[in-house]
């Protein structure tokens, strides 16, 4: 089993940043890819970003240019910057993880965290 303990949201106003971070313990997977799906308010969850144990990255097009995703594997830890958020980035963020790509995956992950709420006021 994997534990994935997500931290760092909150509530933050348009234009500001907020980074969340998300440990990794338990049986760990050489290959693992950790990412962050989001979900607001009557609405599915979706997939936010990713990032291979390489350093492979992916992006969903509504966060390109603001979001940045980053890992530590010597922690086992995963981050999400946030920059330049705006209020319909409110939701509350997941973290996953899983042997293939989290985009291509979905919300079929193999581990998810039990989630971070962030709070976007206009």
């Known amino acids: 089993q994997v534990q994935l303990v997500e931290s760092g949201g909150g509530l933050v106003q348009a234009g500001g940043s907020l980074r969340l971070s998300c440990a990794a313990s338990?049986?760990?997977?050489?290959?693992?890819?950790m990412g962050w799906f989001r979900q607001a308010p009557g609405k599915e969850r979706e997939f936010v970003a990713d990032?291979?144990?390489?350093?492979?990255?992916n992006y969903a097009d509504s966060v390109k240019g603001r979001f940045t995703i980053s890992r530590d594997n010597a922690k086992n830890t995963v981050y999400l910057q946030m920059n330049s958020l705006k209020p319909e980035d409110t939701a509350v963020y997941y973290c996953?993880?899983?042997?293939?790509?989290?985009?291509?995956?979905?919300?079929?992950?193999?581990?998810w965290g039990q989630g971070t709420q962030v709070t976007v006021s206009s």
């Open positions: 996953a993880a899983d042997t293939d790509y989290l985009r291509r995956v979905g919300v079929k992950a193999a581990y």
């Open positions: 338990g049986r760990t997977f050489s290959r693992n890819v």
């Open positions: 990032i291979s144990r390489s350093g492979n990255t």
